[in-house]
């Protein structure tokens, strides 16, 4: 009696399985954009089926990018306590800025939204993973003391959404990262000593 249950549970990991890399191919060529539907169609399962494992696109969105934020969790703690804290947290910050311009739909799983019901795991794990990073800059006086990891996910977010569709989305990036960083008033003018009298 109880084959049919593990006959069932085979088959369902199988479907997920089958539907995740339907879905990793979908969201490589739509991004964010990605269909739940087409997903349903090139998988040969029904809308239901996919639903059943990713009820919202933020849910297909997160188990699409698992990998990658897991790489990037990992990096951070290889940075944690290395060299200068801000040279640390803007090494991470940058391989963020990289793994979203690379991986379609990544910033998208990253954005934050108004929904305190649904929690964002992408989000919260890399926070989780950066906020070391982070305190170690502020304690430092590298980054001013009230910035937030979910503040620079936000930044990076909005820089990668805003630069996908450029002809060099990755260089566009990284320039309005580094823009970010240094601020755009120009560095304040060396002050002279008044000269002396002859």
Known sequence: MTAVPERQRADARRNYALILAVAEEEV????????LEQIARTAGVGSAT?????????????????????????RAHELAGRGDARDALLDWLSDVVAYCVAARGLAAALAYD????????CATTLQDAANPLLLRAVEDGA??????????????VGITLATEHYPDPGAEAAR???????GFSPPPAPRTSPARPG
């Open 50 to 74: 996919v639903r059943r494992h990713f009820p919202s696109r933020r849910a297909l969105l997160e188990a699409v990018s698992r990998e990658r934020i897991e790489a990037l969790r990992v």
């Open 176 to 182: 309005l990262f580094r823009l970010a960083v240094a």
């Open 114 to 121: 108004a929904d305190p019901v649904h929690e964002n795991s």
């Open 28 to 35: 490589a060529t739509r991004g964010a954009a990605a269909s």
């Open 143 to 156: 980054v001013a003391a009230g910035v937030t990891v979910a503040d620079l996910i936000t930044l990076i």
